[in-house]
């Protein structure tokens, strides 16, 4: 068990007295940051919106070690089952892959509170009817959650379940999410985290470590910001430059870069350092299919990436909240 920071799956277990596993599906709904024609966006998205590898029927022939499909990479991808059926397919999954007996329900494509609240409610009452879920996590963007849909989502809140939103942030820097078109500032997400816990909302935030311009300094800033606005978790991304994106071409071009593994840990060990202890790290690395991934290509898998952060912060004698400093 890795100890130099704060652990997500610990936590699931201490909160619920098991391990708890993640079903992720696609609610159908779409982003307000993208053009009807799909187009537009964060300049890092692809459009398949975050949907769960294991939910991606067409695309289970790829492993870790295919090749760059560019045709797959550009495509876009469509719900193929129907929610009960992506919960279904998720949960037999993993229990037959993890013998898991917690789930924690995720809506985890495009931006899940982009809709009506009779619709949302909907939705959210079709999958919480599947299984007694312990967990109800809802992703989507600090500039689409008014406060009825905070309440709806409060409405779900039992002694048993928490509910979670989790925003995209990306960077604490507004002129960062400029250059991305991520259509919102920082300033808007610290309103989101101060509403959505008002409503008794739990609250995971999503940062890119390596966006064009980005060094030790703005990482440092993704922490504090984190810190600040006391969001609840987080979920470390590097950088992946997938196809049909326009940091792709950015790339292509050598505009830009990815970083390698030894500037990743250098990056993420340094974020951690700067960020408060009691915030829970959900994820360390970005885990893209490699037939849609065109860099960074040699890098290694995340349990590899675990025991190599390990083994650094612990040379280094380092751990998370180690250059914290409460204000
Ligand atoms: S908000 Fe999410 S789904 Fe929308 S463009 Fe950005 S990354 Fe893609």
């Given at each position: 068990m890795f100890t130099r920071w704060t652990n997500y799956s610990e936590y699931l277990k201490r909160r619920h007295g098991h391990s708890v596993y993640r079903i992720g599906v696609d609610g159908g709904f779409s982003c307000p940051n993208r053009r009807s024609d799909k187009t537009g966006g964060c300049a890092f998205?692809?459009?398949?919106?975050?949907?769960a590898v294991y939910q991606r029927k067409a695309e289970s022939g790829y492993t870790r070690l295919s090749s760059y499909d560019a045709e797959v990479a550009s495509g876009i991808l469509k719900p193929q089952l129907t929610i009960r059926e992506e919960i279904e397919r998720g949960r037999s999954f993993l229990k037959r892959r993890y013998g898991a007996e917690g789930f924690a329900l995720c809506f985890?494509?495009?931006t899940n509170t982009y809709d009506t609240v009779d619709n949302l409610r909907r939705k959210y009452d079709e999958a919480l009817s599947v299984i007694d879920f312990e967990e109800f996590i809802v992703s989507t963007r600090p500039d689409t959650v008014p406060?009825?849909?905070?309440?709806?989502?409060?409405s779900y809140r039992t002694e048993r379940r928490d509910v979670w939103v989790e925003f995209g942030l990306q960077?604490?820097?507004?002129s960062t999410l400029e250059y991305i078109n991520r259509g919102h500032d920082t300033a808007c997400y610290l309103d989101a985290v101060t509403r959505a816990h008002e409503h008794g909302l739990l609250v995971s935030t999503h940062i890119i470590l390596g966006l064009p311009g980005e060094g030790r300094e703005s990482f440092i800033r993704s922490a504090e910001m984190l810190n600040r606005a006391?969001?609840?978790?987080?979920?470390i991304h590097n950088l992946h430059i997938t196809g049909g994106t326009e940091l792709a071409d950015e790339y292509l071009d050598g505009v830009i870069t990815a970083?390698?593994?030894e500037r990743t840990l250098e990056a993420v060990e340094l974020f951690l350092r700067h960020l408060a202890p009691e915030i829970i790290v959900e994820r360390m690395i970005s885990e893209t299919p490699y037939h849609r991934l065109i860099a960074p290509r040699k890098?290694?898998?995340k349990s590899k990436f675990l025991?190599?952060?390990?083994?650094?912060?612990?040379?280094?004698?380092?751990?998370q909240g180690d250059c914290y400093e409460k204000r």
């Amino acid at each position: 068990m890795f100890t130099r920071w704060t652990n997500y799956s610990e936590y699931l277990k201490r909160r619920h007295g098991h391990s708890v596993y993640r079903i992720g599906v696609d609610g159908g709904f779409s982003c307000p940051n993208r053009r009807s024609d799909k187009t537009g966006g964060c300049a890092f998205c692809d459009g398949t919106g975050s949907v769960a590898v294991y939910q991606r029927k067409a695309e289970s022939g790829y492993t870790r070690l295919s090749s760059y499909d560019a045709e797959v990479a550009s495509g876009i991808l469509k719900p193929q089952l129907t929610i009960r059926e992506e919960i279904e397919r998720g949960r037999s999954f993993l229990k037959r892959r993890y013998g898991a007996e917690g789930f924690a329900l995720c809506f985890q494509s495009y931006t899940n509170t982009y809709d009506t609240v009779d619709n949302l409610r909907r939705k959210y009452d079709e999958a919480l009817s599947v299984i007694d879920f312990e967990e109800f996590i809802v992703s989507t963007r600090p500039d689409t959650v008014p406060d009825d849909v905070l309440s709806l989502l409060s409405s779900y809140r039992t002694e048993r379940r928490d509910v979670w939103v989790e925003f995209g942030l990306q960077s604490a820097d507004d002129s960062t999410l400029e250059y991305i078109n991520r259509g919102h500032d920082t300033a808007c997400y610290l309103d989101a985290v101060t509403r959505a816990h008002e409503h008794g909302l739990l609250v995971s935030t999503h940062i890119i470590l390596g966006l064009p311009g980005e060094g030790r300094e703005s990482f440092i800033r993704s922490a504090e910001m984190l810190n600040r606005a006391g969001s609840d978790a987080v979920k470390i991304h590097n950088l992946h430059i997938t196809g049909g994106t326009e940091l792709a071409d950015e790339y292509l071009d050598g505009v830009i870069t990815a970083m390698s593994e030894e500037r990743t840990l250098e990056a993420v060990e340094l974020f951690l350092r700067h960020l408060a202890p009691e915030i829970i790290v959900e994820r360390m690395i970005s885990e893209t299919p490699y037939h849609r991934l065109i860099a960074p290509r040699k890098f290694p898998d995340k349990s590899k990436f675990l025991s190599h952060l390990d083994a650094r912060m612990t040379r280094n004698n380092t751990r998370q909240g180690d250059c914290y400093e409460k204000r």
